[in-house]
């Protein structure tokens, strides 16, 4: 799809090659009418050979020297930066090159109506090498556009964050955060006292609801003191934790990655439960399968598995995405999958600040031949999405009654992890209160399973 910049670029050197081209052409040695095709031929070249070295990625650092090669386009590139259009890098060169032929063919087709113009071997040449050229590199990109989607991109929590978590901030005085019955058993009156709380996205509204009701005038500490309830998601705040910016990370287990960052940095981590959660699995509406079971599930995730008639689904391709590496979804996903390799994820291509592009995992995108997983409160109440349909794993639904009784397979903790180095004595009498009647009634208002009967 062209955006405006794009389609403006491809305006402005399309013009500017029919001008040229037809001035070159009044100009021209007879017997050279060939070189119209140059220009294009040497452009969709240079692009098939970058797009091989890079694998079709325009953040690879090759591309700056197909920017060199085609210095006199310097000053759109520039721009396209900027605009974070990086097609532009094709589409300038390619309008200008082909706007460049066309007053030459048409002029070259009225001079010589009744026989060949004597350089036709040489531009049937040249032609070829256009159009295998740009095969070449439409193949590359087309199979990359199998495993690298277009981007969403995070809008959220400065950019931490795939949705809204406005909602859930304490200094939301519309905030829709739950509350105690009656006044909290526990209170941190002293602002420098309060633990730094932090941790992942679907962990954001338990949390912030502790704090809500334990620290007192949270709202105005936030606002005038310090950031006692911050989100950073599971991996940054992970690495706030160890390095002693923020005093519990809340979220699910850590991934192997890290639990060796704890070790090599002396840190002994202490994984305190807090409620229980599922890991699921889901897919769109209109997929017949309802569920799979555990191989299945490892099959689909190894890429042994490619399509869903293999599954008792319709004959379609199988779309699996995943979550970014040590992120709590991805690290659960990992440990069913055990020693079974899982294949590459899906990525997109995100532009970054100056016009520079990264890839990253690829979020989600619910059509009708994707499956993909998370913690069940974050897709059915946090990020609720009544267009998933939610599988059952081994034949058994991921309900509250078979999570809380842990019959579905899947049953995850919710924890709050702190270090034992820690010398904040508010959080020891914290974390007792958060396995409490009142902190457990705060994990079922907001959306969990607590972990017993109060």
């Known amino acids: ?34 070189l119209a095709f140059v220009p294009l031929a040497y452009t969709a070249l240079l692009w098939a050979i970058f797009m091989w070295i890079s694998g079709g990625f325009y953040g690879h650092d090759s591309w700056v020297i197909y920017g060199v090669l085609h210095l006199p386009y310097a000053p759109g590139f520039f721009m396209s930066a900027f605009a974070g259009e990086m097609s532009t890098l094709f589409w300038a060169p390619i309008a200008y090159g082909t706007a460049f032929s066309i007053p030459c063919i048409l002029l070259m087709l009225r001079n010589h109506r009744n026989n060949l113009f004597p ?17 070449a590199g439409t193949y590359i990109h087309a199979e990359r556009s199998k495993n690298v989607l277009p981007t969403y991109g995070y809008e959220h929590g400065g950019g931490y964050s795939s949705t809204d978590l406005t909602p859930y901030d304490v200094t939301n005085p519309y905030h829709k955060l739950p509350t105690i019955k009656g006044e909290s058993t526990f209170i941190i009156e002293n602002s420098d006292e309060m633990p730094v709380l932090d941790g992942a996205e679907a962990a954001y509204p338990v949390y912030s609801a502790f704090a809500n009701s334990v620290y007192k005038n949270v709202s105005s500490v936030m606002t005038s003191e310090k950031e006692v309830v911050s989100f950073t998601n599971t991996i940054y705040a992970y690495e706030r934790l160890l390095s002693g910016e923020a005093d519990i990370y809340f979220g699910a287990e850590p991934s192997k990655e890290q639990q060796m960052m704890a070790e090599k940095t002396g840190k ?15 897919v769109h509406p209109d997929n017949p399968v309802e569920n799979l079971d555990i191989e299945q599930i490892k099959k689909i995730y190894s890429g042994e598995i490619k399509n869903w008639e293999e599954a008792g689904g319709n004959k379609e391709e199988i779309m699996p995405f995943q979550r970014p590496k040590n992120s709590g979804s991805q690290t659960l996903l990992e440990k069913i999958m055990g020693n079974t390799p899982i294949q590459k994820p899906l990525k997109e291509e995100v532009v970054q600040g100056m016009g520079g592009i990264i890839e990253q995992v690829a979020d989600y995108r619910n059509v009708e031949n994707a499956i993909g997983f998370s913690f069940r409160y974050f897709a059915t109440g946090m990020r609720k999405n009544e267009d998933i349909k939610l599988l059952g794993v081994n034949g058994i639904k991921p309900d509250s009654e078979n999570i809380s009784n842990e019959t579905y397979p899947f049953t995850a903790s919710l924890y709050a992890i702190t270090l034992k180095s820690n010398q904040n004595k508010q959080i020891e009498p914290f974390l007792q209160w958060m396995q409490g009647p009142q902190g457990q009634e705060l994990v079922e208002e907001v959306g969990y399973v607590k972990l017993t009967d109060q």
Do not use: D, H
């Open 119 to 135: 350089a036709a071997k040489k531009a049937f040449t040249l032609f070829a090498v256009i159009v295998i050229s740009l095969s």
């Open 268 to 282: 002994e981590l202490v994984m305190t439960p807090i409620g229980k959660e599922a890991f699921v699995f889901f």
């Open 1 to 34: 799809m062209f955006t405006s910049f794009l389609f403006s670029s491809i305006a402005v050197f399309s013009i500017g090659g029919l001008v040229f081209g037809y001035r070159w052409f009044k100009n021209r040695v007879q017997g050279q009418e060939f």
